[in-house]
Nanobody, 126 residues
Framework: QVQLVESGGGLVQAGGSLRLSCAAS????????MGWFRQAPGKEREFVAA????????YYADSVKGRFTISRDTAKNTVYLQMDSLKPEDTAAYYC???????????????????WGQGTQVTVSS
């Protein structure tokens, strides 16, 4: 059974940093795109960042570019999201996702991802 488990969320002041982790189990994702999405109350789930199966290509939403960094540790089957210079508008539940298909180009679309974690809450106070 495939599981993605996020951790690292919490409450932080504006300008602060958090590092989210997503540990995968049940299969290896070394050949799969992985991504982070977020969803604020009353809003649709939106793309945050994605990393290619090789880890050499990363993609970011314009709203987080320059502040967030996605990375992966293939040996640990884990993907990370380093979030710096956090803003109140970054407040949301953050979800890790994985594409079932291998060797694909990273996508920003929610429906391109097959496996999802349960989410971790990030709250940024002003």
């Amino acid at each position: 059974q495939v599981q993605l488990v996020e951790s690292g969320g919490g409450l932080v002041q504006a300008g602060g940093s958090l590092r989210l982790s997503c540990a995968a189990s049940g299969r290896t994702f070394s050949r799969n795109t992985m991504g982070w999405f977020r969803q604020a109350p009353g809003k649709e789930r939106e793309f945050v960042a994605a990393i290619s199966w090789r880890g050499g290509s990363t993609y970011y939403a314009d709203s987080v570019k320059g502040r967030f960094t996605i990375s992966r540790d293939t040996a640990k089957n884990t993907v990370y999201l380093q979030m710096d210079s956090l803003k109140p508008e970054d407040t949301a539940a953050y979800y890790c996702a994985a594409d079932r298909s291998t060797y694909t180009i990273a996508s920003r679309r929610v429906d391109e991802y097959d496996y999802w974690g349960q989410g971790t809450q990030v709250t940024v106070s002003s």
